[in-house]
Antibody, heavy 119, light 108 residues
Framework: QLQLQESGPGLVKPSETLSLTCTVS??????????WGWIRQPPGKGLEWIGS???????YYTPSLKSRVIISVDTSKNQFSLNLSSVTAADTAVYYC???????????WGQGTLVTVSS | DIQMTQSPSTLSASVGDRVTITCRAS??????LAWYQQIPGKAPKLLIY???SLESGVPSRFSGSGSGTEFTLTISSLQPDDFATYYC??????????FGQGTKVEIK
């Protein structure tokens, strides 16, 4: 059974960089069939797609965050990561990692991790 | 960018009711649409993909329809476990994925 688990600091200071890692178990991140993505949800609000990465390293980002986001993959550790720079309180959210088929919906999700931006 | 608009934002219903949620895309997405259910404090759960295909293990009271720019999610007989927030998501093309703003189904 595929499992995804987010990890990283729960508190980040304004203007700093938010860094999260998603560890994939029960399956290979190097599969050619899937993308690996990050989605976030501010408290009490809806879901926002942040970006996705293919095992080859190809990345896709939502336009509103593109200037601040980097998603990377480490196939040797079966992990992918999110870096979001110059954070503000508006970046406070539950961050989810998830998997989708190439041209497909997100079928496996991590449990989510709350990241608060505050001094 | 493709924008997704759901209606209504909130829906009040009773157990046993037939419930319909609508999702509209700002441009044609063929049938590349998914529906998710989210219970507070939990990750979203995939219900429907490719507009009308039921994900394995999802009860048959859930159904989806539509193509192009207009889609619907129907719950044929609302059950207590169904009170949640529902999101549509487009995955047309390979470069962007967009969610609707969500529809909260509340107990009447």
């Amino acid at each position: 059974q595929l499992q995804l688990q987010e990890s990283g600091p729960g508190l980040v200071k304004p203007s700093e960089t938010l860094s999260l890692t998603c560890t994939v178990s029960g399956g290979s991140i190097s599969s050619s069939s899937y993308y690996w993505g990050w989605i976030r949800q501010p408290p009490g609000k809806g879901l926002e797609w942040i970006g996705s990465i293919y095992f080859s390293g190809s990345t896709y980002y939502t336009p509103s965050l593109k200037s601040r986001v980097i998603i990377s993959v480490d196939t040797s550790k079966n992990q992918f990561s999110l870096n979001l720079s110059s954070v503000t309180a508006a970046d406070t959210a539950v961050y989810y990692c998830a998997r989708n088929n190439v041209v497909g919906p997100y079928d496996y999700w991590g449990q989510g991790t709350l990241v608060t931006v505050s001094s | 960018d493709i924008q997704m608009t759901q209606s209504p934002s909130t829906l009040s219903a009773s157990v046993g009711d037939r419930v319909t949620i609508t999702c509209r895309a700002s441009q044609s997405i063929s049938r590349w649409l998914a529906w998710y259910q989210q219970i507070p404090g939990k990750a979203p759960k995939l219900l429907i993909y490719k507009a009308s295909s039921l994900e394995s293990g999802v009860p048959s009271r859930f159904s989806g329809s539509g193509s192009g720019t207009e889609f619907t999610l129907t719950i044929s007989s609302l059950q207590p476990d169904d009170f949640a927030t529902y999101y549509c998501q487009q995955y047309n093309g390979y470069s962007t994925w967009t969610f609707g703003q969500g529809t909260k189904v509340e107990i009447k």
